[in-house]
Structures are given as C-alpha cells and as structure tokens.
C-alpha cells in the first residue's frame, strides 16, 4: 500500500489526479466494450466499479475542485454550470446502472451511453477548465492532498 506522501508524490496537481481518474475508467469502460455478451457477471461487476469509481470522482470534482474553480477561473460560473449538468445526466445513468441485473438486456447499451457521456465530459474538463484552473492561480497541489485526503474516506464507504 503506498504511503500518503508516495500518493501524492504520483499527482504533480489536482488536475492531474483528475486526469489519472479519467483515464482509469475510460480503460475500464475499454473493457467492459471487449468482453463477450456472455460474460454477463463480468460485465455487471464491471459496470458497478465504473459507476463506483464514477461516483466517488464526482464527488471530489463537486466538493472540492468546482468550488475553487468557480470562484477563482476565467469563465468559473459558466464552466461549472455545463460541468455540474453533465454530471446530473451521468448521475441518471450511474443510477440505472446499478439499479439493473447482470441478465438486463439494456445493460450494454446503458453502460456505453454512459460511455459517450464522460468521454464528452472529459474533453471538455481537459481541454476547457483544467487550463482556466491553471492558469488562475489556484493552489491546485492543495487542492489535490484534499481530494487525495475525501478520496481515501469516500473509497472506505459503501456507494
């Protein structure tokens, strides 16, 4: 297990922490696409981590990283408005998903909706408001030891 200061020590910043989480579940949403339609336990299990791991980041996007960012950012308000919206359709998602059995059929279907989803989400995090977070003055390696601080506290309960 690694030691808080070799955690932190891996994420330069709070965007980079982001960035590391998004390219986590876009690996997993990578493959949950590759496994068979007869892998159903499999992809069910899969898609309740992704929606876990979903959950708890955007948890720290919203208690943590979008306060300081609206506040402190070119354009904070607008960017966090669209973000916050985003998140609200995911959330709709996230809540099917778990709500459904490892033999519904919408699984799939449902699991790449919510695919299609982030990945837009994503881009626009990465390419819009984490450069305006960078480029704000923003303590963003302070953001970063409390979102790694909420992650470790949200990953010990049951979402």
């Given at each position: 297990?690694?030691?808080?200061?070799?955690?932190?020590?891996?994420?330069?910043?709070?965007?980079?922490?982001?960035?590391?989480?998004?390219?986590s579940?876009?690996?997993?949403?990578?493959?949950f696409?590759?496994?068979?339609?007869?892998?159903?336990?499999?992809?069910k299990?899969?898609?309740?981590?992704?929606?876990?791991?979903?959950?708890?980041?955007?948890m720290?996007?919203?208690?943590?990283?979008?306060?300081?960012?609206?506040?402190?950012?070119?354009?904070?308000?607008?960017?966090i408005?669209?973000?916050?919206?985003?998140?609200?359709?995911?959330?709709?998602?996230?809540?099917?998903?778990?709500?459904?059995?490892?033999?519904?059929e919408?699984?799939?279907?449902?699991?790449?909706?919510?695919?299609?989803e982030?990945?837009?989400?994503?881009?626009?995090?990465?390419?819009?408001?984490?450069?305006?977070?960078?480029?704000?003055?923003?303590?963003?390696?302070?953001?970063?030891?409390?979102?790694?601080?909420?992650?470790?506290?949200?990953?010990?309960?049951?979402?």
């Amino acid at each position: 297990m690694e030691t808080k200061t070799a955690t932190k020590s891996r994420f330069k910043d709070a965007t980079t922490l982001l960035v590391h989480d998004h390219n986590s579940v876009k690996a997993k949403f990578k493959e949950f696409e590759s496994m068979g339609s007869r892998a159903r336990v499999g992809k069910k299990k899969l898609a309740d981590e992704i929606c876990t791991e979903l959950t708890i980041h955007a948890m720290l996007e919203e208690e943590i990283f979008y306060p300081a960012v609206q506040q402190e950012a070119e354009d904070g308000p607008a960017l966090i408005e669209e973000a916050t919206a985003e998140h609200a359709g995911a959330k709709a998602l996230i809540a099917q998903i778990k709500a459904m059995s490892a033999d519904d059929e919408s699984l799939t279907e449902t699991v790449q909706k919510l695919s299609e989803e982030i990945a837009h989400h994503v881009k626009e995090e990465e390419g819009e408001m984490f450069p305006k977070a960078r480029a704000s003055g923003l303590d963003l390696v302070a953001l970063r030891d409390q979102m790694l601080e909420r992650k470790t506290e949200l990953s010990a309960e049951e979402l």
